[in-house]
């Protein structure tokens, strides 16, 4: 169960730091598209 989590949370980091590399790049255009 502890590795599950661990995983979970590392694939959470990466989902924020490539939502923050995405808004970074594109500026604030995310309240137009929020998927991309």
Known sequence: Y???AELML???REYLKS???RE?????SSEG????
Do not use: C, F, Q, Y
């Not at 598209?33 to 991309?36: A, H, K, R, V, Y």
């Open 33 to 36: 598209d929020p998927n991309t």
């Open 24 to 28: 970074g790049l594109n500026g604030i």
């Open 2 to 4: 502890k590795k599950e």
């Open 10 to 12: 590392e694939v959470a």
């Open 19 to 21: 939502l923050t590399s």
